[in-house]
Structures are given as structure tokens and as C-alpha cells.
DNA sequence: CACAAGAACTAGACTGTCCAGTACTGAATG
DNA sequence: CATTCAGTACTGGACAGTCTAGTTCTTGTG
């Protein structure tokens, strides 16, 4: 009848990890049953447990499949142009960007939920942690340690001048929102952070 | 029989805050039954009940009541000698202090479950970093001022100041406890982060 | 192209377990 | 002797995971 992109089986399995996300996300682990999301699917319980063992593997695979939106993140702090007159301006539309994309709601709401199951799933709070903070952070190391060997930069030590980065814009924004439910920043508090974390790594850094 | 310091529904009060604390502190809000704590304070569920209306209410007064023991930080912080020679040796020494206290697996294991459970208490996790968290770094703000008053240090927005110090220190031990189970990091680890921070610090805020 | 076999799916009932909160009894405590 | 407590049984509800019976899609083979 429809266009079938996929097999009826494969769209299930997407129905049920997208509503699995949407789910875990809104009302976290415990506070989600298996009936929640088989119905948010539009999918029978059984379908569920045909393409997911239990909720403990279908909780697993949902969190590890965002990592794969980390690509945009680590496209975006590759390269910063190494122009010595507008370094700073790039390094904070750099900044701005970095904090748009980790203070998203989705992003923010999913590292609570990483962090609330961590217990319960540790290997899957580590997996996340590497395979989606830190290939961000050795990226903006890499960068970083290109920026110095063009002398725009004086670095010992990249990666702890990346997480000094990172620890300078996002300590405040992402603190607030791991205690309090929904974001507190404004569009201005951003580029405030943006700006002086900027300028206080470049103090420490240039 | 034995010496009572307090009335025994005082050491009931006592015993079963005690339990709920370690109990919950190591297994989460929804992983601790109230049998669970009764047992554990060695204290009938009745007894529970009589002291506390229900779990929501016995979970929150515990969070709460570690609020007290930030007084001894905001103590540690609240005078930095104001000694233009050795600002950064007691600056690196606060920051030490800071670090040691603030990697404390006890205090780490809190801060995942308010940030666990801040959907289900929302009041409670705003209110925690309020009389926590903000309760610290407006103290070491002030503190921040005293310096720059005295020439030590060239600052504009004091809180922001005290929130790039606290990033540039706990961003990286922080994160990392929190995605996985226990401690990390090891007290050389600790030394870096603390020598590099100030040093960072001080780069742009000197 | 036709069609049969089998795979995947739906709907909902069912089991076993866990747990918050209540009720009751008899013993200890003050 | 009046409270407070321990011990324990009980209620009601939630939920993971299984099972069954009947339906729809997919695919290989003639």
C-alpha cells in the first residue's frame, strides 16, 4: 500500500527505539514501563520483547545510539581557523556554538538520565562518556595543539587546556540544569558564558 | 539503663535518618524499600511511619539535612590570606582543600541521587544548590573581591570569577564520577587538576 | 505471477514479585 | 497505666516478562 522504505520489521524496531527514548527520557528508567513505550509505539508488548531481550538492553541500546549525533559536535570543534587577528572572536563563536549544542534540553536530559542509572548500568555510563565526551574533547585538543604549534596559543598539556575550555563555559550552565528540571539560561546568559570563558581561557592560554 | 542523651523517640529519629541516608545513598530513592530502612535502623516500618509522613517526605529531609555540612566548606573558603608573594601557593592550597572535599565519594554518591531523582523532587534539587552549591561560591565570590580589593586580583563579575574556579578545579573529577560508579581519580590526579586550575585561574584573573 | 509456509505482529490475559502504606497484638518503657 | 515500640500480617497497585490465539506481512518456489 505505503512506500515501504524498510521492511515492516525494521520500522518496528525504529517505532519502538524512538518511543523507548522519547519514554526514558521524559519519566527516566524506573518510571517507564515496558506497556508505556509498547504503546507510545503503537506496538503490541510482545513486538517489543521480539527485538529487545528486556528493558535493561533496550535502555542500553537506546542511550548508546545517541552517541552517534556526537559527529556534528566534533565536526564542529575540528577546525578553527588559525588566524591570529580574529582569534578570539572565532574562539567564541566557537563557544557559542559548543553551548548551544550541550545546553539542547534532549542533550541535557539525557546526560541526567546517564547519570541517574549510572549505578545501575556502569559500563553504559562509561561507554557513553568516552565514546561521546571525551572524542569531542580530543578533538578540541587536537585543535588546540594546532593552534600552538602556530604559536596562537601556548600549551603544555591539550586535553587539560580542552576540559579547561569546556569546564570554563559549561560548569555553570550544565550544573544548574542537572539540579533544576528544565533550563534556567537565557539566550543572553549563554553568550555572557560564551564571551568570559573566552576571554579567561585566552588569560590563561594565550 | 544505658546514658541517654536524648529522648529515645530522638535516638529513633536519629537511627532511622541514618539508615535512610546510607541506604539511599547506596541504592538509589527507587532501589530502597522502607522495609529496607526500618531494618537497617534496627526500627519498626511503624516507628518510620510515626516519625516521617511517607518516603517522599523522609527522602527530602535527608537531602536537606546534608545542607548542614556545608558550613565546614564555606569556612575553608571564606578567608584567602591576602598575600600578594604566596597568592598562588594559597591559592593551590585551597584548591586542594576544595578538591579533597568535594570529590568525597559521600558527597559525589549525593549529588547523583539529588540529580537522579530532581525530576521527581524538582524543589528539592533547586533548593539543595541554593543552600549547597551557591552558599559556597558566594562566599568564595566575596572572598574573590577581598583580593581584588587589595590589588591581587583583577576582576570584574566576582560570582563569575568563583564559578571559572570551581569549573577550571571540578570539571573533570566531577564529570567523571559522575558517569562512572566510584572514584577515579587518585590524589596525584587531584594535585594536577588543582596546580593547573590555579595556574589557568590566575593567567586571567592576574 | 500465484500462493503456501512461516515469520512477525496484535490484543489481552496471566503469573510472580515487589513494595508503600495500614492494621493489629503483645511487650517494653517511662 | 499510658505511650511507644517490635513484629508481622495484610491490602492494593504496579510492573517485568510469559503465554495463547488469532491476524497480517514477507518471501521463496513453482
Known amino acids: 500500500m505505503e512506500a515501504n ?18 519514554a526514558f527520557m521524559a519519566k527516566g528508567y524506573a518510571g517507564t514501563s515496558m506497556d508505556d513505550i509498547a504503546k507510545l509505539a503503537a506496538v503490541s508488548k510482545q ?23 556526537v559527529d556534528a559536535m566534533v565536526a564542529l570543534v575540528a577546525d578553527i581557523p588559525a588566524d591570529a587577528d580574529r582569534l578570539e572572536e572565532n574562539l567564541t563563536r566557537l563557544a557559542g556554538q559548543f553551548l548551544a549544542a550541550v545546553t539542547r534540553p534532549q542533550v541535557l536530559q539525557l546526560r541526567r538520565l ?11 555510563g562509561a561507554s557513553w562518556y568516552e565514546q561521546g565526551f571525551e572524542r569531542v574533547l580530543a ?3 587536537a585543535a588546540f595543539q594546532r593552534l600552538a604549534d602556530e604559536k596562537l596559543l601556548r600549551i603544555d598539556d591539550p586535553l587539560l587546556a580542552a576540559h579547561h575550555f569546556s569546564g570554563l563555559l559549561l560548569w555553570i550552565p550544565v550544573n544548574q ?15 555572557r558564558y560564551a ?5 579567561a581561557f585566552l588569560g590563561a592560554y594565550r
Chains 1, 2 share one sequence.
Open 139 to 141: 578533538t578540541l585538543a
Open 47 to 69: 513486538t517489543v520483547y521480539k527485538h529487545f531481550a528486556d528493558k535493561e538492553k533496550l535502555f542500553a541500546e537506546m542511550v548508546m545510539a545517541t552517541t552517534e549525533r
Open 5 to 22: 522504505d524498510q521492511s515492516r520489521s525494521a520500522r518496528k524496531h525504529r517505532a519502538i527505539m524512538d518511543a523507548a527514548t522519547q
Open 114 to 124: 546517564i547519570i541517574a542509572n549510572a549505578d545501575a548500568f556502569p559500563e553504559l
Open 177 to 191: 540544569a542537572m539540579f533544576h528540571g528544565g533550563p534556567q539560561h537565557t539566550q543572553e546568559d549563554l553568550d
Open 195 to 199: 564571551t568570559a570563558g573566552v576571554k
